[in-house]
């Protein structure tokens, strides 16, 4: 089960437990899911309307952007920027699970709040998604960057862009789109847990809803979490997007149009003046795929890790427990 749960049968998960669990999930679920990572970053980009009846920029379709990406760079295309991805996608699920473990803890046992309801998983997701974030922003940015990219290619590698963005754009172009991020991420990740949790307990109402396990219901109970968190927070991560591109306009310009943003609010402003309320939810349908597929395989690889790590441990003990019979 994810959280803290005292009615668990073994000893408690240690942090370094949740971390390991959480960057493995995050590390396999992020190679499944690059490519809707990829399409959905080049709509949100893209300063044109989004539409098959007229199409006006460079993708209308999410069918048809995959075959145009695929006909002009390749196949490979699909995983650009795939290194700070993995890099990105094993931090953030190592900060995020284990500070929620760590959170979901602290709760159950300074708070008269039980740490397995609905409500205590939303804080506590929400705090340790803002806490993964301020520590993985970097990779994020590079990996927008990369995936933002048409050929020719302005970074060769990531040593080549984060050595170019230094120097041309300073350090805190790192954490350009934070602002944003942050306002997104708490409900986000939030809901992630909140749903994850009502869906487990509403499929396993028993006794089995306190096991863990990657299975079936996982990945299900992760994709509807997924859909809900990902269609209420969408803008917000649409506004990130397009101000971590800022001062990249010259990799960008044969996709379209390209826009500066001078801040948050600027970059809201102009995009409701120009691209009207549709402008925020360019994207939305790979979105939308991706955050199932992503939010279910992480909450099923995640449980899944966990149930190794339990098991191996439960091996290790029954193993000394032998040894030592046979010493005495």
Known sequence: MVGYDPRAQGAALAPEEAALAGSAAGMVTRALISPFDVL???????????????PEGKYWGLFQASRCIHSEEGLSAFWKGHIPAQLLSICFGAVQFASFEFLTEVVHKTTPYDSQTAGVHFVCGGLSACSATVVCQ????????????????????LRHAVSTMCRSEGV??????????????????GLQFFTYNIFKNLLAPSSEAGKSGGNLRSLICGSGAGIISKTITYPFDLF???????GFEA??????????YRGLLDCMLQIAKEEGLRGFFKGLSPSLVKAALSTGFTFFWYEFFLNAISNLKERRKSTDFTKETQER
């Open 40 to 54: 959905k970053i080049r709509f949100q980009l893209q300063i044109e309307r989004v539409s098959s009846k007229k």
């Open 138 to 157: 970097p990779l994020d940015t590079l990996r927008t960057r990369f995936a933002a990219q048409g050929e020719p290619k302005i970074y060769r590698n």
């Open 172 to 189: 805190l172009t790192f954490y350009r789109g934070l602002s944003p991020t942050l306002l997104a991420v708490f409900p986000y990740a």
């Open 240 to 246: 990130k997007k397009r101000l971590q591109v800022g």
């Open 251 to 260: 990799a960008r310009a044969h996709f379209g149009q390209v826009r500066k």
